[in-house]
Each structure stands twice: as structure tokens, then as C-alpha cells.
């Protein structure tokens, strides 16, 4: 991949952040340190980061698709109480993903977005 000084600060901003960003979100943060930023390079960035695997994005129930400084396949546990988003065992992700790919389903899996649903400790003891 060709480093670009809008690359390496939409990876910044990624890894500083530690969160799940949507795209405006990381243009919004990457504006601050490189005036005239366009939302449209952000996304090429965020785009050339995923290829490489140095990014995963993500569809979270009922939100935007998020971008983080994560790999691909790792699965988000999202609390349905306070909304706080976790990761378990990333190999858990790519476990499924292998399964998928392994069985006779006549299917290839490209892409694989895992979201499980719950409640987290700090809310299952309120
Ligand atoms: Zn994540
Ligand atoms: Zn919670």
C-alpha cells in the first residue's frame, strides 16, 4: 500500500480513538490536523486500510457502518442495555468463518460481520 499522508492519519486517528468511528466521525477528527480534507478521501483511505486488513468495518445493529483499527472477523458482543460495544476471542471469528467456508454449502463467504447481543456484567448487576 502507497503511504499517503491521508492514509497515515486516518490510521492515526483509528488507532488513537481505539473506538468503532464512522467515516464522517474520522473525517470529522482527521479535518483538525489536515485542513481541506474531503469526506471522499477519507473513505478512499478507510478503503485501502481495509485491503490491506489493517482495518475492519463493521455493520452494528441499528447504526452505520464503523470503522477500527482492528482485523477483519473479530466479533462485537453489544450490550442491549447501556449500548457498550466489546470483543471477545477474536479467533472465535475467524473459526466461524473457516466453518462457513469449509462446510458443502455451495457458498463462498467473503464477508462476515458477527454481532451478538446481550446484556453486559456491569448492567446484569444493576
Ligand atoms: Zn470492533
Ligand atoms: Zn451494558
Request: aromatic share 4%; glycine share 6%.
Amino acid at each position: 500500500m502507497r503511504v499517503t499522508p491521508q492514509r497515515a492519519h486516518t490510521w492515526r486517528v483509528l488507532t488513537e480513538s481505539e473506538e468503532h468511528l464512522t467515516a464522517e466521525e474520522v473525517w470529522e477528527r482527521a479535518r483538525d490536523t489536515l485542513p481541506g480534507l474531503e469526506l471522499s478521501t477519507v473513505y478512499r483511505s478507510l478503503e485501502a486500510l481495509r485491503a490491506v486488513g489493517l482495518v475492519a468495518d463493521s455493520r452494528l445493529p441499528e447504526g452505520p457502518r464503523v470503522f477500527e483499527a482492528r482485523p477483519a472477523l473479530h466479533p462485537h458482543l453489544v450490550c442491549k442495555s447501556c449500548g457498550e460495544i466489546s470483543h471477545p476471542d477474536p479467533e472465535a471469528g475467524h473459526q466461524l468463518f473457516e466453518a462457513l467456508n469449509a462446510g458443502s454449502n455451495d457458498f463462498e463467504v467473503h464477508e462476515l460481520h458477527v454481532v451478538a447481543e446481550g446484556i453486559c456484567a456491569r448492567c446484569a448487576r444493576r
